[in-house]
């Protein structure tokens, strides 16, 4: 089945008791049981519910795994992910990340005696110079938030197989329409399906997909224990979205595209941070990696101060100033203010986050009007 049939089709079966070809919101905490532990199934929906399951059994086809599991949101998964880890235990991330997963692995899991190391991870060396006997994770975004870096999936799962450690992937930017990385060899999928996969920013969610059974239980296990579930009527707005996602992306892409080409050769740009250009330096790497280079831009101005930045920031008409992406809109932000305010300023600095940094999510709008909107507001 290609990818656009599995969106609109897989893991959907018409409802049993009524044959409504929508998956019904399920919106009840409990089921009646027959009999103490007979039941048909579903005994609480902390811990399964039939509308999660319908879009947890989607999201596992539509990466190519064995098993989903939803979460309220993307840190809500994260959360569980490391939960799997003892004190003393250490993990490889990317230093180029979301702010909110930075923070949690530095603010929250290092007080319990989790180690992060930081590297930038599109140099592969780089990683297993810090790899250890009690390394027992990678952690990697691809392409990188807010930087675009992209990281080398195959290597990574290479390097993980050789150490006998796991690899996670952060596959929000890239969705399962542009990869697949439990094909590459990661054991690990993670999503924020707050963004691309939901579509229409009005859920906030998050996701798992992996392929091992062990896995699984150990993550269902902690899922259910520490309770971070999202909602029936939640997951009912993600499957509706999931049903346009191939269309959506591609879209995503096209108007990525020429927005990215058209900042590349605008006097007043200095550096653009999109993996589609041939002069981005991973450019070989996302083209073998991902189907296509998706709708997340970065840029400078060649004045490469704050001020401007946000003089910019401020003048968008459609490129609507608010944290988040992936929506049918488009959205910009100002990442070392916004969303990745929580990474200190020397650590921003290593990894090249600069603070004259804009971030696009580009959107399904018309893109002639787009590219106007950047025209007007970069003057
Ligand atoms: O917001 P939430 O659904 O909890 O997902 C967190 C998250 C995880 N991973 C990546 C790569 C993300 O970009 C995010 C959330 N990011 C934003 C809100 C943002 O504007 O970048």
Redesign the pocket.
Known sequence: MKFGTKAIHAGIEPDPSTGAIMTPIYQTSTYVQTSPGQHKGFEYSRTHNPTRKALENSLAILENGKHGLCFS???GA?DTIIKMFEPGDEIISTNDL?G??YRIFTKVFQRYGLKFNFVPMHNTEAIEEKINEKTKMLWV?TPT?PLMNIIDIKACAALAKKHNILLAV?N??STPYLQNPLDMGADIVMH?V??YIAGHSDV???AIVVNDDKLRDTLAFLQNSCGAVPGPQDCFLVLRGIKTLHVRMQRHCENGRIVAEYLDKHPKVGKVYWPGLSHHPNHEVAAQQMKDFGGMISFTLKSDTKEDAVKVLEKFKYFTLA???GGVESLS?HPASM?HASIPVAERQKSGLKDSLIRLSVGLEDVEDLVEDLRQAIG
């Open positions: 949101s993307g840190m994260i979301y909110g997963s975004e938030n952060d929000t930017f924020s707050t963004k906030v969610m998050g944290e988040s992406l932000g969303t």
